[in-house]
């Protein structure tokens, strides 16, 4: 009954997977970052978390690279004003 997970912090709860997370999202003060890093330095469980996720976001970056998503939002939004407009005019 043994894992391979030899990292308590990670494997109870998730809490260092969460602020690990939280530390790609650009969402934690200086020291938070520095305690992120230095775990993902020494858990391999983390170092591949992170390593998976960077990856996920640079592929997410380059697909979204080309379209703004507040340039979508607005065009949504025209969009359905223009709609209810139709609409209200019948
Ligand atoms: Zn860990």
Do not use: F
């Amino acid at each position: 009954m043994t894992t391979d997970q030899d990292c308590p912090d990670c494997s109870d709860g998730g809490e260092r997977l969460e602020q690990l997370y939280r530390y790609l999202d650009g969402a934690l003060t200086a020291e938070d970052i520095e305690q992120v890093r230095a775990h993902v330095a020494e858990c391999p469980d983390c170092h591949h978390q992170q390593e998976l996720e960077l990856l996920i976001r640079s592929a997410v970056r380059r697909s979204c690279q080309e379209k703004a998503p507040a340039q979508l939002r607005a065009t949504i939004m025209t969009r359905i004003t223009q709609i209810s407009t139709t609409v209200r005019r019948g």
